[in-house]
Structures are given as structure tokens and as C-alpha cells.
């Protein structure tokens, strides 16, 4: 059965009548969970089925934003607190081996955690690269402030994710990094140079450009396109994304329902296809909002459709694995890397 090309949040921690019908109405590629759709294990495993039984998609993609850190729609008391990427970044700065053992190892117990739950699809890792003036919304995200650190540390991220059978989304390219506003109220504009965007935030991304599936940033780099931000410029995409940094994968957007974009939802929504986004992403769960958006996206086919198969067809079985292991020797890397920063 076809999809449309949209991916979208629910509004609780079980389907309303309402979403139910959305779903089998307007066929979504996938879904995405917030803590609001959280409470405990039996019951997110319950909502991932639902989703799906919905979609009458027993593949369908679920994706959620687990970074650790301030960014983690799992914790406490049913899942255990991870670190911010800072925390590699620092212990990568003392052995460099040892922060992307400790970056791989606190992805794979991620991992571990969502597959438990029928979650396929992690928003992470993160290369995007902070500058000292920049908004804290990246902030302690950051895995560093050199491009190929930030990379490697990726790169370890990506691979402890993969290991436990989830698939990694990209973000958020071509770079947050600079960004003096939080896309989440206000749209940001760099006015960095080519050049410097090449050596170092899009440095951070070129690495990285085989990974399946990446999210765009709200963000407006002038140098390229003044008027346009990366998720609905279609020189953005073309030439910088798909370009200069070279991925192939499936280009979804930020959510659309931030303040960074102009226009009604609707606008939104036809601007982020029209400059070559092959997915939108729409998360708050508000079901006239997912109406609108729904509304205005087209099924997924052509390189688009491609796209979205070969993500799907990239998840590996999860890797043998030992999560008590695993888990005591995070938390002592987690201690040598406080105990070196303090």
C-alpha cells in the first residue's frame, strides 16, 4: 500500500478515534514520540503497536529524539539518564580511543533500550558544530568544536546504534551550529562565508554523508540563499546538501510546526517539498495541524520513495550483546571523563 510522504506525532500516550482515522485515512511513512506519548514500558510498546496496526504498516518506521542529556524522551525511573554529547566530547579530548568507545557504548544501550519497545529510528547522532556566540539550543549536544572530532564522535554514535539494530537520522544539516536564535521560536540567519562553512560545518557533516537518513536545519546561511532557510531552500538542498556535503540519503525536514519557518502549515508544507525535502516531519500532535500538513503532501514515490527504501532496508539485526556489561563500563568511562573535566 502507498504512504505519504509525512512523518507525525499523536497527541498522548494511546490513539484517540481521531488519530486512528487520520492514520488509516493519510497512510504516514512513519511516527515520531515525545515524553508527552511516555509513562512506562508496556504502555509506549502498546502505543508503537497501535501506531502501526493503524498504518496497517508493520514495518513503519517510529523514530524518537534519545540523545541523553536534556534531549531524552525516556528517563527516569524506567529508563536510565545518558550523557550529553559533551561528555564524550571531553573524555575524547584526554584518549580519543575512549571517548568514541563511550559515545558507541551509550548508543548501543539507546539502542537496546528502544528496540524493547518496537522503536526502530533514533534522531541522532548530531555533528552539527557550536561556535562560542551561538544559541545554547546545540550547546553540551555538541560532540566538540572541531569538525573531525565532532565527525568520528558521530561516526562512533552512529555505529553503536546501527549495532543494536536502529537507524540513525543525521542532524542537522548542514549545520546548527552557528544558529543565535532557537528554531523552535525564531528563525536564525549565518552570515558565515562559503569558505568557512566548508572548512568547518559542513566539514563535519561530509563524513557522514552515507548515513541513511538526515533532518534539515531550520537556519539561514546567506552566503547561499539570504532569503531561504536550508529546509525549504532549494539551493540549500541542491547545492550544499546534496552537493558540497554529498548525501545521498533520505532529507527530512525539521519539524514544521517551529517558528524558524514562515506561512501557514500548509505554505510550510509545500515549500519543504518544493525545494527537495523527500519527508516532512510534523511532531506536535495538534490533529488539525496533521490535517494540514497531510493535506499537502504527496505520496511517496520516485528517488524519494527510493530514498525511504533504502533507509528501511539499512537496519541490521541487533549485534549479540551483554547490556549489564556494557552499561558498568559507560558509567566508568562517565566517571574518568568528570574526573578529568573537574
Known amino acids: 500500500m502507498s504512504t505519504r510522504a509525512f512523518i507525525t506525532g499523536v497527541s498522548g500516550t494511546e490513539l484517540t478515534t481521531a488519530e486512528r482515522e487520520f492514520i488509516r485515512a493519510e497512510r504516514p511513512w ?15 510498546a502498546s502505543l508503537v503497536r497501535e501506531l502501526r496496526d493503524a498504518a496497517d504498516a508493520p514495518d513503519a518506521p517510529v523514530l524518537i529524539d534519545q540523545e ?43 539502542a537496546a ?11 541522532l547522532p548530531l555533528a552539527d558544530v557550536p561556535v562560542p556566540d551561538a544559541d545554547a539550543v546545540i550547546g553540551n549536544r555538541a560532540y566538540g568544536t572541531s569538525p573531525g572530532k565532532v565527525a568520528a564522535i558521530a561516526r562512533a554514535v552512529t555505529d553503536g546504534l546501527e549495532q543494536g539494530g536502529v537507524l540513525p537520522v543525521l542532524k542537522h544539516i548542514p549545520g546548527h551550529g552557528r544558529a543565535t536564535a532557537d528554531t523552535h521560536f525564531k528563525l536564525p540567519t549565518v552570515d558565515t562565508s562559503r569558505d ?31 532569503a531561504h532557510p536550508a529546509t525549504t531552500s532549494a539551493t540549500m538542498i541542491a547545492q550544499v546538501i546534496r552537493g558540497l556535503i554529498g548525501f545521498q540519503g533520505l532529507l527530512m525536514s525539521d519539524d514544521v510546526s517551529m517558528n524558524a519557518l514562515a506561512g501557514s502549515l500548509a505554505e510550510r508544507t509545500r515549500a519543504i517539498f518544493a525545494a527537495g525535502c523527500d519527508m516532512a516531519l510534523h511532531c506536535n500532535g495538534n490533529i488539525e495541524e496533521m490535517r494540514d500538513v497531510a493535506g499537502q503532501t504527496p505520496e511517496l514515490s520516485g528517488k524519494a520513495l527510493d530514498r525511504a527504501n533504502a533507509a528501511l532496508a539499512a537496519r541490521k539485526p541487533p549485534q549479540p550483546f551483554d547490556r549489564a556489561a556494557a552499561r558498568a563500563e559507560l558509567d566508568a568511562l562517565i566517571a574518568r571523563a568528570n574526573t578529568a573535566s573537574a
Not at 32 to 41: C, G, M, S, Y
Not at 220 to 226: E, T
Request: charged fraction near 20%.
Open 113 to 123: 533500550d528502544l528496540a524493547d519497545l518496537g522503536i526502530t529510528v533514533d534522531c
Open 30 to 44: 512513519g511516527f515520531i514520540l515525545f515524553k508527552r506519548n511516555v509513562d512506562n514500558p508496556a504502555q509506549v
Open 196 to 226: 568557512e562553512l566548508e572548512r568547518t560545518d559542513f566539514a563535519a557533516f561530509r563524513p557522514l554523508a552515507d548515513l541513511p537518513m538526515a533532518m534539515t536545519a531550520h537556519v539561514v546561511f546567506s552566503a547561499f540563499d539570504p
Open 68 to 110: 541523553g542529556g536534556r534531549v531524552q524522551r525516556l528517563g527516569p525511573p524506567h529508563w536510565p539518564v545518558y550523557p550529553p554529547g559533551a561528555v564524550f566530547a571531553a573524555l575524547y579530548d584526554t584518549d580519543s580511543a575512549l571517548g568514541l568507545t563511550a559515545a558507541r557504548l551509550s548508543a548501543r544501550l539507546i
